[in-house]
């Protein structure tokens, strides 16, 4: 059976995933969000000239020379500006971010200052500018300063707020719905049978969805029977993609197959050449995109790490894409690899020059989640790949169970 290389795999499952609709919500809700239109500024930062220190403004023309006495007029607060326009020989009491009176165009700091009752005695010269920001310092009304296909951080949210937009429109959670397939499986916690293993792929890839943006909606467990799995399979109604994991190696296969194909599974591909994730499916059925990821966990965790993050990120309005790999000094030798892509669990660490060194782990076996849960990332092997010493370059990526690239 022919494997299907990653990159086409990769081409059909973006081919198979659209962005989600739009919804509008709260700025306060929206971190971590694509938004999905453009937006402007709804007022000018600062509105007016503002000062950017505590102490007085003034006519920058009386202060050419330094010591010189000015009268104090009056007193401008953030929020209580002073109302009348400042004359030559008159200075005027001002607090950071409060408005600049008509006629001042300068502000010295109060440390520069002797005061005397409303003699104000100043030991620093001015300049037309001296300690103010102009008005639209930061931006104007109407400035688009957060675009469609954005992420939004928690930087935008304060961007948002400041140019006094309560409400955004972004691309809808994507609803993941999450079904493990397998008779010897049982949820945590649950008391385990000698032939029994935990189900550890259901809270595994709930929880990268949860972390990339998404709400899990776990199905459960299907056993490996036809009724059990179409039982479970009832759940699959409103969400917007299904992930199996387990059933879908050699042995199994067309117990799943058969009954997705009952319930309108139409498949795109199964089988595809990257070590671990082999046996990954993907099809739809009927209008829902669907991913069959291996049983083993770290199979599961690869494949998901591969396709459904970037399925999940074009859901909600980013490009479907994968994290640039960057280059590492390998750690220790690696042997020669076949004809699948492999990901190989490292840890990464700095030589003394400063320079990322990705050492993998003795065993990779697909069911070992201890040293998946420790790696920092994965060393890429190439398609048939030559064996490469200790000290050689390579290709890395960090894992990730965020939408930000690392
Ligand atoms: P399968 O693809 O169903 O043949 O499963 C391959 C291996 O992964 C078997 O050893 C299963 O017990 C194990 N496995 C399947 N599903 C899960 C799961 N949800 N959590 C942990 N291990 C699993
Ligand atoms: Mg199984």
Same mark, same amino acid.
């Given at each position: 059976m022919s494997l299907l290389p990653l990159e086409d795999a990769l081409a059909k499952v973006d081919g198979g995933i659209a962005p989600l609709p739009a919804e509008q919500i709260s700025v306060a809700e929206a971190v971590g969000r694509v938004l999905a239109e453009d937006v402007a500024a %709804? /007022?000018?930062? #600062? #509105?007016s000239a503002v000062s950017s220190m505590d102490g007085y403004a003034v006519c920058s023309s009386d202060l050419q020379t330094q010591p010189r006495t000015l009268t104090r007029v009056g007193e401008s607060q953030a929020g209580g500006p002073f109302e009348g326009t400042l004359q030559s020989g008159q200075c005027v009491r001002i607090f950071t971010g409060a408005p600049l009176p008509a006629g001042a165009d300068a502000v010295i700091m109060q440390e520069d200052t002797d005061v005397d009752g409303d003699q104000v005695t100043f030991k620093e010269v001015a300049f037309d500018g001296k300690f103010v920001r102009r008005a639209g310092l930061d931006f104007s009304k109407g400035d688009v300063l957060v675009k469609a296909g954005q992420l939004l951080t928690a930087r935008d949210i304060g961007l948002l707020c400041a140019m006094n937009v309560p409400w955004v429109k972004v691309y809808r959670k994507p609803r993941v719905a999450i079904l493990a397939t397998g008779d010897e499986l049982v949820m945590p916690g649950e008391a385990v049978r000698e032939s029994q293993i935990i189900s550890s792929n259901s809270l595994m890839v709930a929880a990268m969805v949860t972390a990339m943006g998404g709400v899990p909606i776990n199905l459960g467990i299907a056993g490996d029977t036809e009724e059990s799995l179409r039982a479970t399979l009832a @759940? /699959?109604? @409103?969400? +917007?993609i299904l992930i199996t994991s387990g059933g879908v190696s050699v042995g199994e296969y067309d117990l799943v197959r058969n009954v997705l194909g009952e319930e309108g599974l139409d498949i +795109?591909?199964? %089988?595809?050449?990257i070590k671990p994730g082999k046996p990954f499916m993907f099809g739809k059925i009927g209008e829902i995109p669907a991913m069959g990821l291996p049983g083993n966990p770290v199979s599961a965790y690869v494949t998901a790490f591969i396709f459904l993050r970037a399925a999940l990120k074009k859901m909600q309005g980013l490009p479907f894409e994968q994290d640039k790999p960057m280059k590492a000094l390998l750690g220790a030798g690696v042997p020669v690899n076949g004809i699948r892509q492999e990901y190989m669990r490292a840890v990464f660490s700095h030589d003394d020059q400063g320079r990322l060194v990705a050492t993998p782990y003795d065993k990779q076996d697909s069911s070992m989640l201890g040293n998946l849960a420790h790696c920092e990332g994965f060393i890429i092997r190439p398609v048939n790949g030559e064996a490469l010493q200790a000290g050689s370059e390579t290709d890395v990526i960090y894992v990730n169970d965020s939408l930000l690239s690392v």
């Amino acid at each position: 059976m022919s494997l299907l290389p990653l990159e086409d795999a990769l081409a059909k499952v973006d081919g198979g995933i659209a962005p989600l609709p739009a919804e509008q919500i709260s700025v306060a809700e929206a971190v971590g969000r694509v938004l999905a239109e453009d937006v402007a500024a %709804r /007022l000018t930062q #600062p #509105p007016s000239a503002v000062s950017s220190m505590d102490g007085y403004a003034v006519c920058s023309s009386d202060l050419q020379t330094q010591p010189r006495t000015l009268t104090r007029v009056g007193e401008s607060q953030a929020g209580g500006p002073f109302e009348g326009t400042l004359q030559s020989g008159q200075c005027v009491r001002i607090f950071t971010g409060a408005p600049l009176p008509a006629g001042a165009d300068a502000v010295i700091m109060q440390e520069d200052t002797d005061v005397d009752g409303d003699q104000v005695t100043f030991k620093e010269v001015a300049f037309d500018g001296k300690f103010v920001r102009r008005a639209g310092l930061d931006f104007s009304k109407g400035d688009v300063l957060v675009k469609a296909g954005q992420l939004l951080t928690a930087r935008d949210i304060g961007l948002l707020c400041a140019m006094n937009v309560p409400w955004v429109k972004v691309y809808r959670k994507p609803r993941v719905a999450i079904l493990a397939t397998g008779d010897e499986l049982v949820m945590p916690g649950e008391a385990v049978r000698e032939s029994q293993i935990i189900s550890s792929n259901s809270l595994m890839v709930a929880a990268m969805v949860t972390a990339m943006g998404g709400v899990p909606i776990n199905l459960g467990i299907a056993g490996d029977t036809e009724e059990s799995l179409r039982a479970t399979l009832a @759940g /699959l109604n @409103g969400a +917007d993609i299904l992930i199996t994991s387990g059933g879908v190696s050699v042995g199994e296969y067309d117990l799943v197959r058969n009954v997705l194909g009952e319930e309108g599974l139409d498949i +795109d591909f199964w %089988r595809i050449a990257i070590k671990p994730g082999k046996p990954f499916m993907f099809g739809k059925i009927g209008e829902i995109p669907a991913m069959g990821l291996p049983g083993n966990p770290v199979s599961a965790y690869v494949t998901a790490f591969i396709f459904l993050r970037a399925a999940l990120k074009k859901m909600q309005g980013l490009p479907f894409e994968q994290d640039k790999p960057m280059k590492a000094l390998l750690g220790a030798g690696v042997p020669v690899n076949g004809i699948r892509q492999e990901y190989m669990r490292a840890v990464f660490s700095h030589d003394d020059q400063g320079r990322l060194v990705a050492t993998p782990y003795d065993k990779q076996d697909s069911s070992m989640l201890g040293n998946l849960a420790h790696c920092e990332g994965f060393i890429i092997r190439p398609v048939n790949g030559e064996a490469l010493q200790a000290g050689s370059e390579t290709d890395v990526i960090y894992v990730n169970d965020s939408l930000l690239s690392v």
